[in-house]
């Protein structure tokens, strides 16, 4: 753990702590969880400790939790990154990877709207002058907005992230047409019939561990099935992605849910549709879904899933609910709204400068890749080659 002191009175931060161990700051990231802060989810301290523990330490991660206080020893804003040597030069990206669709700091919500360019050189300084310094840092998939504030962080240089996340909007008390379009459930209610001829057929919310055991066991059947339908890799073949899903979708919050919810169709002879998220008391956003590989999957399953689980968080009161990045045509259907993701790439030295401009490339011809579809259509023929 290392320290740095702020003498510039030109900045509300006055101390700088890094942490490079999950349990040091276990405490203060819990205390930080309540609605005096903002942030997503996936900053949840259950969610991105587990996540270190089987998926981080395989990619020889290592915590760097860079915590800012202000002149009364209060946090003002929890960074939780992660440190890896690529090749030369030292990076530091979120926790979490590429299971955590949005990446941001926890915010002390009076300094959401107060954080300036100074309180943010503030912290970078500090990461400069490490024992370990950063080089880089790779600051992806940030929502421009959160909780309806601006993020901060988007004070820095940066680009559109390479997906943008289809978004619907839930207003206060809508009915379910203004959800959910009364032809489109009608729809819907049509392809359900043919399914709920299925013995014990049921929309399911996993709320006891054997439910969650008995769904994910049918998860992890379906799903590589699936991908390799799909001519696809089995991305859940990943060193410590299993084990990983396993243990969020058991770990229960303090309120009672769980660090990952599943939502299931259901029945005796088979599972027929699973999605799976994390959710907060205005949120849900999808982290992962398969649905059967039987004839039961010509009815649409995922999309009757996806109404009963768009009604289910509506009526709790949720306002806005995500089907993940990407522009997946099913996504479509349900959310109408494209919410702007950004990322940052900042050289914190001049050995940083050279590998900050070559991820901000990549980026970017990755993202003009996926909106040029005769660029897309030869990416997709391509990698189902490799996975042939």
């Not at 959800?179 to 392809?191: D, E, M, V």
Request: glycine share 4%.
């Amino acid at each position: 753990m290392a320290e740095s002191q702020t003498r510039s009175q030109a900045s509300r931060v006055a101390r700088v702590q890094i942490f490079d161990n999950m349990q040091a700051v276990e405490e203060l990231w819990r205390r930080m969880e309540t609605p005096e802060q903002v942030f997503t989810p996936y900053q949840r301290f259950d969610f991105l400790a587990t996540w270190q523990k089987h998926v981080g330490v395989n990619q020889h991660l290592k915590p760097f939790i860079v915590v800012a206080y202000d002149a009364e020893c209060r946090p003002l804003m929890l960074l939780p990154l992660a440190l890896k040597q690529d090749k030369s030069v030292r990076v530091a990206r979120f926790l979490g990877g590429k299971h955590s669709t949005f990446n941001m700091p926890i915010w002390r919500r009076d300094f959401v709207t107060a954080a300036s360019t100074a309180d943010l050189n503030k912290v970078w300084d500090a990461v400069r002058d490490h024992p370990q310094p950063v080089d880089v840092l790779a600051l992806i998939q940030q929502p421009q907005r959160w909780q309806d504030l601006v993020n901060p962080l988007s004070q820095l240089p940066s680009q559109a992230s390479v997906n943008a996340c289809p978004l619907l909007l839930i207003a206060p008390n809508a009915s379910p047409a203004e959800r959910i379009s009364n032809s489109f459930r009608r729809r819907l209610k049509g392809k359900e019939r043919k399914l709920q001829a299925l013995p014990g057929y049921r929309y399911v919310r996993a709320t006891t561990d054997a439910d969650i055991k008995r769904l994910l066991d049918a998860f992890f059947v379906i799903k590589p099935a699936r991908m390799a339908s799909q001519k696809l890799p089995n991305v859940f073949a990943d060193p410590g992605v299993e084990d990983f899903v396993r243990d969020a979708c058991m770990t229960r919050l303090a309120d009672g849910s769980h660090a990952i919810e599943i939502h299931a169709l259901d029945s005796e002879e088979e599972t027929i549709a699973i999605f799976a998220g994390v959710a907060d008391d205005l949120r849900f956003s999808m982290m992962f879904n398969t649905y059967t590989m039987s004839a039961n999957a010509r009815y649409s399953p995922g999309l009757i899933l996806i109404r009963d689980i768009v009604d289910f968080y509506a009526e709790r009161g949720y306002t806005s609910l995500d089907l993940g990045i990407g522009s997946d045509d099913y996504k479509q259907l349900f959310c109408k709204t494209r919410e702007p993701i950004f990322d940052s790439f900042l050289a914190l030295n001049t050995r940083g400068k050279l590998a900050a401009a070559g991820m901000s490339a990549l980026s970017h011809a990755k993202r003009m890749v996926k909106e040029t579809p005769a660029l897309m259509k030869a990416a997709q023929v391509l990698r189902g080659a490799i996975h042939r």
